[in-house]
């Protein structure tokens, strides 16, 4: 009887469990939407409100593609997976939010593989099989295994050309795609066999063809040696060149330049580079370079992987290092690090771009420090500026002793004297002004936030200030702006400045906490000055009006007549000196406020 009971109370923890992982599973499905030729922005901005969980993306970048699908009973993650199949997109989950950015075509793992023969069906091994752009830039090479066959990984799917060599064949070529390329057969050269040498021998059993096969080559080696012994071409064309040119006028190399390039003027590489190249004027590669190059006017490469320094010039479509400007260096794509005593012109860069003056870059996902000016479209990570940083799109940090702009922010901004953004969901900071058409958390004196609240308050406090102020801000925090006066004393000018939060907790009520700091009057060098923090109850009447009270803790420093004149000697807490009194309280503050 106790072994049924037990196996009873197994079998109903079973269910119990089942039913707990399933309702458990249900209520993670909590996204359900139909949506039909939507702008992809606000598909995830739905998903977000149902889901919670913040999403991070680029309008800028989104806006263009659209969603038509229906999601029902499933979680955010998967939601955005769904809508965003077969875009150029990818979400990244972390704790706090989803971040959206564009997949990136070296991410890819892709690759091509074949076979390589002779024109009798032999494979050929050790074969070398190097792989090209359509416009000449290597890209990666392998050799042929004993079987003939290659296989070489790539990161891109798009058409590339295809260069098979080996000793004592002509070079094959051939436009390909990533995949299979199947059987390329090889022909023999005959120049390439200028001095051959030919032994044999016949047996009685063997006819003519059987003794063809017993047959072996002696490639010349000459021609073997002219391939690698390094070879110096003042003026002319040549082919193969692994060696140093010094031009002139002239020097044309169609492939292989791997030595040093010395131009008076001209050098010209058609394709691959390797060394070094340094112009008094030009050096031109129409297609890879891989060492560095040095420039006092011009170095014209299509591919670039080393380093470039320009006096003046350094002009490239792709450089994955360093590039380092007196004047100019203008590149495509650049994945290492821009240093510029003057401009530095990229359309993707990745790594870290400091500034003596300017840096302008498309997409930067690194760090940009500017001793003045660096211009980007997109940056995701964090801006230095001592004199400005202008972004398209900010998602990290933006930080400047003068000024920042940018069109979205979701991070931070720090400015010492102003801040401009379209729509900032993090915090702008500003000594003075902050200017955005959304913003969350402005801190500055002035806000200027399209969507915010602008209002003036008239105030009055313990201690007799009756003050007109200008308050403006955003979503939750406000600036505090205002002059008035105090008829307690001689010098009645009042002047109030300070920073507000702002709590919802319903309609029709908030709760205001602000943080200000008031002069009053001047008298002998000797300013009267109040520092306060009151926390405020904020009833809505209607629309445009508010009527707010309440208490503060208040810090006064003045000299003794003012003390006995605005206030009594009771208090919290009080320190008398040389230069005045000090003196804690508790007070009082009551206002009406017009919003517009």
Not at 198 to 206: C, I, K, N
Not at 399 to 413: E, I, M, R, S, T
Not at 423 to 449: C, H, K, M, T, Y
Not at 454 to 460: F, H, M, P, Q, R
Request: hydrophobic fraction near 40%; glycine fraction near 12%; include cysteine.
């Amino acid at each position: 009887m106790k072994q049924k009971r037990t196996t009873a109370c197994r079998v109903w923890m079973s269910i119990a469990i089942m039913l707990a992982t399933a309702l458990g599973v249900r209520a993670q499905g909590n996204i359900t939407l139909k949506l039909l030729d939507e702008p992809l922005p606000k598909a995830l901005q739905l998903i977000e409100q149902q889901g919670g969980k913040s999403i991070i993306f680029s309008v800028s970048e989104t806006e263009k593609h659209r969603v038509s699908t229906d999601l029902s009973g499933i979680t955010q993650a998967e939601a955005i997976d769904h809508i965003l199949w077969g875009k150029p997109f990818v979400a990244k989950e972390r704790p706090e939010c989803f971040v959206i950015q564009r997949k990136k075509d070296r991410d890819a793992s892709l690759g091509i593989a074949g076979m390589v023969m002779d024109v009798k069906g032999e494979p050929i091994p050790n074969c070398n099989v190097q792989v090209f752009t359509t416009d000449s830039v290597y890209v990666n090479g392998a050799t042929t295994d004993k079987e003939g066959c290659f296989s070489i990984p790539l990161k891109r799917d798009e058409e590339y050309r295809m260069q098979v060599s080996y000793i004592g064949y002509k070079t094959a070529y051939r436009q390909c795609q990533v995949g299979h390329v199947g059987t390329i057969v090889m022909n023999h050269d005959a120049m390439r066999l200028s001095e051959v040498k030919v032994t044999g021998m016949r047996a009685e059993s063997r006819n003519e063809e059987q003794a063809d096969t017993l047959r072996t080559v002696a490639v010349s080696r000459r021609k073997q040696a002219a391939e690698v012994i390094p070879s110096v071409n003042i003026i002319g064309v040549s082919n193969n060149r692994k060696s140093l040119a010094l031009g002139a006028l002239g020097n044309v190399v169609r492939e292989k330049a791997y030595g040093l390039q010395i131009a008076g003027l001209s050098n010209h590489v058609g394709d691959m580079g390797g060394g070094v190249a340094i112009a008094g004027l030009s050096n031109t590669s129409g297609g890879s370079y891989y060492g560095i190059q040095v420039s006092g006017l011009g170095n014209i490469s299509r591919g670039m992987m080393g380093i470039q320094v320009a006096g003046l010039g350094n002009i490239t479509r792709d450089t994955r290092a360093i590039q380092v400007a007196g004047l100019t260096n203008i590149s495509k794509e650049l994945y290492g690090i821009q240093i510029s005593g003057l401009t530095n012109i990229s359309q993707d860069a990745y790594g870290l771009q400091l500034a003596g003056l300017t840096n302008i870059s498309k997409d930067v996902y690194g760090l940009q420090v500017g001793g003045l000016t660096n211009i980007a479209q997109d940056t995701y990570g964090l801006q230095l500026a001592g004199l400005f940083n202008v972004s398209h799109d900010l998602y990290g940090m933006q930080l400047a002793g003068l000024f920042n702009c940018a069109k979205d922010v979701y991070g931070l901004q720090f400015a010492g004297l102003m801040n401009v953004a379209k729509r900032a969901r993090g915090v702008q900071f500003a000594a003075i002004l902050n200017v955005a058409e959304e913003s969350d958390f402005p801190i500055g004196l002035i806000n200027i936030i399209k969507q915010g609240d602008k209002g003036v308050a008239l105030t009055y406090d313990m201690l007799g200030n009756a003050v007109m102020s200008f308050r403006s801000g955003g979503k939750y925090t406000y600036g505090i702006f205002g002059v008035g006066c105090n008829a307690q004393i001689e010098e009645r000018l009042v002047v109030e400045a300070g920073y507000g939060l702002q709590v919802p907790v319903c309609r029709w009520l908030d709760v205001n906490n602000e943080f200000k700091a008031t002069t009053m009057g001047y008298n002998s060098g000797y300013t009267r000055s109040n520092f306060s923090y009151l926390l405020a109850p904020s009833l809505t009447l209607w629309r445009h009006c508010n009527l707010f009270a309440g208490a503060s803790i208040n810090y006064f420093m003045s000299d003794r007549a003012s003390a006995a004149t605005l206030l009594s000697n009771a208090g919290l807490w009080r320190k008398e000196g040389d230069r005045g009194i000090g003196q804690l309280y508790l007070g009082y503050q009551v206002g009406v406020q017009y919003v517009f």
